[in-house]
């Protein structure tokens, strides 16, 4: 579907049918995830996805009983690496080799990046996965797939009771499953949208 | 462009064309940025763009100088609203009219979002703000403009040189202009992307 039409059909979307969705098919949205930028192209992301009924009971549980949590086919949980040297060697040899960057300067990022406080890059991570998460979302339309992201979870539950090591941060969940193309959610009027004359200002700030 | 396509082909670029970038199109992208999903639809974000020679001067001293923010046509800072009460009333009242969440509900989130301290919501309008980021850059390439998000500049150097509102956090800039497809960068090998087999996990995180 041409972005323009993706974007304006999509809505996030709680009321899903019992369809299921196949490993594979969930593989095949990744796809255009993985072709999502990142800061220094590092790609600082995990997805946990979850099918079964016993691991979305868990999750669940950690976003304060959310009923649509259960009702998903499948639920990805994003999680970001804190630690920026993970995919560092990698991927800088590869722009390094390819004419990106000198060997000089991969050598002093690499550096930086063993060398950090996980805890600074949290706003980091946040970004470069939510980009990722984004390209989820859009991916999933394109496949008559609605999906509804979550920050309402308690990210040291997901912690504790997925056994998340200590340099991951769950960033986002993402809802997926068919649209209930019968569930009044899905025949309500769509939600109100900022004007872009509102949001957009030109060479400085000003609020009406 | 097909979604699939659009995000096979699209890739971040620092090297522009000479071409003005016009009022017209730039608010164009900004009709697909509008329907981003975003937490609670609160749209919690401002874009500040800048075109002239001197924004884009005073944007690359805040950027530790880098040469691809004056090289681009424009740059958008992605601004993002620390505190959720900012379109709260006009978006709760929307979802109570249109039956999304009852009266009592929306009234329990105004006053919860009105007694927040503002410093706590970093995370949470970094992630809205980043969704958006994201689909101004996928809504440039399907219209042919190039882009790349930027994450390396001083926030507070922004705050200061534009006077940003203390309720606004700098999320990202995102440069844009026609990509210059003459440029050694444009005609480079792409970068490795990680395989999906190496970042999806299903039920349970293992890690080889």
């Not at 800061?39 to 995990?46: A, D, K, M, T, V």
């Not at 999906?147 to 309402?152: E, K, Q, T, V, W």
């Not at 960033?171 to 939600?191: A, C, F, H, I, Q």
């Amino acid at each position: 579907m041409d972005l323009g039409e993706l974007a304006r059909t999509r809505r996030s979307l709680h009321s899903y049918t019992d369809d299921e969705l196949t490993k594979d098919a969930i593989m095949g949205l990744f796809e255009t995830v993985r072709t999502a930028p990142s800061s220094f192209n590092l790609q600082p992301w995990e997805f946990l996805t979850v099918r079964s009924e016993s691991g979305k009971e868990r999750l669940k549980d950690c976003a304060y009983g959310q009923q649509h949590v259960t009702d998903a086919s499948a639920v990805v949980v994003v999680l970001g690496h804190l630690n920026r040297s993970s995919f560092a060697e990698r991927t800088l040899e590869d722009q390094v080799e390819k004419g990106y960057r000198s060997r000089e300067n991969a050598d002093e990022l690499l550096d930086m990046f063993e060398h950090e406080e996980l805890q600074d890059n949290v706003e980091w991570t946040v970004q470069s996965c939510t980009i990722a998460a984004t390209y989820l979302m859009l991916a999933a339309w394109n496949n008559g797939i609605a999906s509804c992201p979550m920050a309402g979870f308690d990210p040291r539950s997901v912690e504790n009771e997925f056994d998340v090591p200590e340099n991951l941060h769950p960033v986002l969940m993402v809802t997926l499953g068919y649209p209930d193309l019968s569930s009044r959610e899905w025949n309500r009027e769509r939600k109100w949208r900022r004007d872009v004359e509102d949001m957009v200002n030109f060479e400085e700030l000003s609020f009406s």
